[in-house]
C-alpha cells in the first residue's frame, strides 16, 4: 500500500490539524499511542467483533469500501446490558471501540479507535480518539476535532454509532465531513433502501 493511499483514508481525520497533541485544557493524559495499539492488536487476535457488527459491512467512502468494527468486553457489556447501541447512555471507562478501514479487495488501509478515560476530556464524554496505519505507526491520537465533530452526531449514544444500516450519515452531512472523497456506492444504496436510518 502506498503512503498516498493511507493518506486519502485518513485525509478527512488529519485535516483537524491534532496530528498527536491532545487538547488544549484536556485533563488526564492520553496513554502512550504504543500502548493503545496493543489493546488494539488483542481485539484484533480476539476478532472480538463489535454487537450489531459483522466483518466487511460497507463502509461511507470508496478508498475504504469495508469496515469491520471490534470492541472489548467493558464496551459489548454495556451495550448488551442497554440492549443495543442505539440504548447505551454512557459507556464505562476503558471501554474501546476500534473500526478497521479496508479496500474493496479487502485490504487494510487504516484503523481507528476511541478509547474511554476518565478525566481526559470531559465536554467531549472522556473519549480519547486515534488513528492508526496497517503497521501500528500513530497517525493522530488525543482530542481529533473532525471525529468529535462527526460523533457528536451520536452524542444521545455517547457518541458512538451504530453500523450500518442501524445508522447511516446523510449525502448531505457526508459530503460536508468528507468534501474531496468519493462515496460508496454500497453504502449509498443502503441510504435508498433505510432512509428511517439517517442520523440528523
Request: hydrophobic share 45%; aromatic share 8%.
Amino acid at each position: 500500500m502506498t503512503k498516498k493511499t493511507v493518506f486519502l483514508a485518513m485525509g478527512a481525520i488529519l485535516a483537524s490539524g491534532m496530528g498527536m497533541a491532545g487538547a488544549a485544557g484536556a485533563g488526564a493524559a492520553p496513554p502512550a499511542a504504543r500502548a493503545l495499539w496493543q489493546q488494539v492488536l488483542k481485539l484484533q487476535r480476539d476478532r472480538a467483533v463489535l454487537p450489531e457488527s459483522h466483518p466487511f459491512q460497507p463502509g461511507s467512502r470508496s478508498v475504504d469500501a469495508l469496515t469491520a468494527d471490534l470492541a472489548n468486553a467493558r464496551a459489548a457489556r454495556a451495550i448488551s446490558r442497554a440492549g443495543g447501541i442505539l440504548k447505551v447512555r454512557k459507556y464505562p471507562d476503558g471501554s474501546l471501540l476500534v473500526k478497521e478501514n479496508f479496500s474493496a479487495s479487502r485490504h487494510l488501509n487504516g484503523i481507528a479507535a476511541m478509547l474511554k478515560q476518565k478525566g481526559y476530556d470531559t465536554a467531549d464524554r472522556n473519549w480519547v480518539m486515534a488513528t492508526f496505519r496497517p503497521d501500528g505507526r500513530p497517525v493522530a491520537m488525543g482530542r481529533i476535532q473532525s471525529c468529535i465533530s462527526c460523533h457528536a452526531m451520536a452524542k444521545q449514544q455517547d457518541f458512538v454509532f451504530a453500523p450500518p444500516p442501524g445508522q447511516l450519515l446523510p449525502v448531505s452531512t457526508w459530503a460536508a465531513f468528507f468534501p474531496r472523497q468519493k462515496m460508496n456506492a454500497r453504502y449509498v444504496a443502503l441510504l435508498r433502501k433505510f432512509p428511517q436510518a439517517e442520523v440528523h
